[in-house]
């Protein structure tokens, strides 16, 4: 019986606090366009011949480019006409 009371009252008072939790928050992020993506890249001369750089070099402008502009890896590859695994591996 004791059992049962402390579940009802210390249930309903922890459920009830208040709390800083974000796990269940909707995050939202924002996604550019193709053709957005396309002319914030092409505004950048660095971003050009990136297939042409030293490996360190072309991912962290790879990473730069997807954190600035929240790109996919499907559109960082399309956009800079890249292979999968270049853009994945620096991505990660």
């Known amino acids: 019986m004791q059992i049962c009371t402390f579940f009802r009252t210390g249930f309903n008072r922890f459920s009830e ?10 995050c939202s992020k924002t996604r550019r ?3 957005r993506l396309i002319a ?3 505004q950048n001369p ?19 480019i997807q954190q600035g ?6 559109q960082l590859i399309w956009v800079l006409g890249l ?4 853009v994945v591996r620096a991505v990660k």
């Open 69 to 74: 502009t929240g790109g996919s890896v499907r």
């Open 40 to 42: 914030l890249v092409s």
């Open 17 to 26: 606090e208040a709390n800083q939790d974000e796990c269940l928050e909707a």
């Open 33 to 35: 366009t193709d053709e």
């Open 46 to 64: 660095e971003y050009r011949n990136l297939g042409e750089l030293p490996v360190d070099k072309r991912n962290q402008l790879i990473r730069q």
């Open 83 to 86: 292979g999968k695994m270049m």
